[in-house]
């Protein structure tokens, strides 16, 4: 079992910065890739940035440019910057690890809650 927890959400202005963390702990030492998905109400669960084990970094066309994904594998932590936020970045992210080794199993955090707002 791998326990994910997520901080650093909050509220901030359009055009401003946040920096989202994701610890895991637990069976660590099978853990892929980390990365990060985001949901509003009503719409699914959408990629936007993930970091794989061999380094191989993944993000969305919607915040390329803007986010930037980072991990320290030897604290099996996963984090995001995120700059020039925008209105339509709120949001809750959810961290996402993938464990491999003969299955590959998943885990979610409880999701931090992202507001760009005036």
């Known amino acids: 079992q791998v326990q994910v927890v997520e901080s650093g959400g909050g509220l901030v202005q359009p055009g401003g910065s946040l920096r989202l963390s994701c610890v895991a702990s637990?069976?660590?030492?099978?853990?892929?890739?980390m990365g990060w998905y985001r949901q509003t109400p009503g719409k699914e669960r959408e990629l936007v940035a993930t970091s794989s084990r061999g380094g191989t970094l993944t993000d969305a066309d919607s915040v390329k440019g803007r986010f930037t994904i980072t991990r320290d594998k030897a604290k099996n932590t996963v984090f995001l910057q995120m700059n020039s936020l925008q209105q339509e970045d709120t949001a809750v992210y959810y961290c996402k690890v993938l464990t491999m080794g003969g299955a590959i199993y998943s885990y979610w955090g409880q999701g931090t809650q992202v507001t760009v707002s005036s």
């Open positions: 637990g069976s660590v030492s099978n853990i892929g890739s």
